[in-house]
């Protein structure tokens, strides 16, 4: 099994950041918007998420810590179907103002990792810029 790990910092408070990464029905396209054009619940621990590309993923919630915030979910379905898959997101303060989030996704088979791992930095670079935009405009 194969993990891809991204990091990225975004300058925000770690609570901000969290409130998107908590929210497990919504997150996916306050995270990304435009890049995510859907995501609702299908279960009450499922949600089924839209990319423009036109992928659908359903994913499960594992996990959901407010306290370490940190979210932990799988895929289960879709039109994205990797046998193995369990992912993290980890919001991490770094000081007044900043966090980093850390994304690991461990997936089976091995070659999921480089689309995978794209999508995920394209993700992060959206998220970041909606991030930093939004607190902008309201810190």
Known sequence: MASVQKEIAIDADAAVVWAIIGDFTAGPVRMAPGFVT??????????VVTFASGIVVRERLIALDDESRRLA???IGGSFTPTHDNA???????????SRVVWIHDVKPDELTVSMGAAMDQGLGIFKQTVETADQHHG
């Open 88 to 98: 993290t997101l980890h919001v991490v303060p770094e000081g007044e103002g900043r």
């Open 38 to 47: 859907d995501s609702r619940l299908d279960e009450p621990d499922v949600r």
């Open 73 to 75: 979910f799988s895929i």
